[in-house]
């Protein structure tokens, strides 16, 4: 049985469980993923507890193990940028097309305050789950990298 569980940064999340989370996150991601170092970021920002940063974790595990993990963070910004932006989701592949890509990410949803924005490749199979739960595509991203 998948048990859905949650973590923010009034649950003074140790170095151990977010490094079981972004171990779980390199190894799911699969070619939408970033390095180990980043994830691990990605997570000290979601889950720290400084008034400038915030998001939370909602994990789906099944006998303990991560099955499915989903990080939101909050941007600090509202209106004219989402106030939260959802930087991974992973489901082990033995788990996915069972719903718990949905379960997560409406568990999420919920917790979310504000709007939520995510980037996906066009490719991504995520992007039908994505439009089915309500998110649409109104811009075209860009990126300067330097």
Known sequence: MTHIETLSAIDNATYLQKLEIADFLFQHLDEY?????HIMNCLDYALDQAVDKGGFAVLAREE????????INKTGMSGYIPDNILVYIAVDASQRGKGLGKKIMTTAITMASGDIALHVEPDNPARKLYEKLGFTNKYLEMRLKK
Do not use: F, L, S
């Open 64 to 71: 303990g193990k991560i099955v499915g993990a989903v990080i």
């Open 33 to 37: 993923g970033d390095p180990h170092e």
